[in-house]
């Protein structure tokens, strides 16, 4: 047997191993685990702040419904299985891929008509990040310990406040430390808060819209101080039933 005889199995072996090596995944197990869209026209992954905005309406939607039943009956079992719900969640969109996220499919779905506003992915990453740890924190002491304190308390306030802000104003307050925590402006942001520009004049407010506003809260306290005699009274049955007990009582 000569010597290239002796090396043909070696080649044949590796040849094969090239073929398995050179086998292309699928496009849809590439695109598993991932965070963010590459979309045309966008030099980084972005995400749609539609869903996004859905998402957040729903999740304080929740959260509120929670809190209220924790402050007039006290009782913390809604709470528990949001913040278990909550920690799925945000696990998924920052270790898996957003669009496996069960809040932001469903939100996909309420605004599925509507045309995507495209933003960065990396800063929404690192409000979601604070988000684990939030939704974390809260597992372990209202969940595993089951106590409650000021902390939780303070935990629950910023939950609230931050989904607020992100499905009514649409303001990611987390995404605006992004930029202190890592010295780089973002890109994408919503409404393009992002880059400076100088407001276009729909945007602009006038002295007398401020009189308006500050006026329509004056007139607001008079009528608290004034009125209240007349409006703490409970209506009564449209229909001749006897009429509630005064809402002062």
């Not at 304080?60 to 039943?69: D, H, Q, S």
């Not at 079992?77 to 996220?101: C, E, G, Q």
């Not at 002491?141 to 303070?154: E, Q, R, S």
């Amino acid at each position: 047997m000569s010597s290239n005889d002796r090396n043909l199995p070696i080649f044949i072996e590796q040849d094969a191993m090239t073929c398995v090596l050179n086998i292309e995944t699928p496009p849809r197990m590439k695109n598993v685990i991932q965070f963010g869209e590459n979309v045309p026209g966008y030099n980084i992954p972005v995400l749609n702040e539609r869903e996004i905005r859905a998402a957040a309406g729903i999740m304080f939607l929740i959260i509120y419904t929670a809190l209220m039943l924790i402050i007039f009956k006290g009782d913390f079992r809604m709470i528990k299985y949001a913040i278990v719900l909550f920690l799925v969640d945000f696990t998924i969109r920052v270790f898996i891929n957003p669009k496996f996220s069960p809040s932001l499919i469903v939100g996909r779905l309420i605004v599925s008509n509507q045309v995507p506003e495209y933003v960065g992915a990396q800063q929404k990453k690192f409000a979601w990040i604070i988000g684990v740890i939030l939704s974390g924190a809260m597992f372990v002491l209202l969940v595993v310990i089951n106590a409650t304190g000021p902390f939780t308390g303070i935990v629950c306030l910023l939950c609230l406040v931050f989904l607020f802000f992100e499905s009514v104003f649409g303001i990611c307050l987390a995404c605006k430390v992004y930029r202190v925590m890592y010295g780089e402006k973002a890109q994408y942001c919503p409404g393009e808060v992002c880059d400076v520009k100088s407001r276009q004049p729909i945007q602009r407010t006038s002295g007398a819209q401020l009189a308006v506003v500050f006026s329509f809260i004056v007139i607001f306290f008079l009528m608290v101080r004034f009125l209240a005699p007349v409006i703490n009274i409970a209506p009564h049955d449209l229909f001749g039933g006897d009429p509630a007990k005064s809402a002062s009582k």
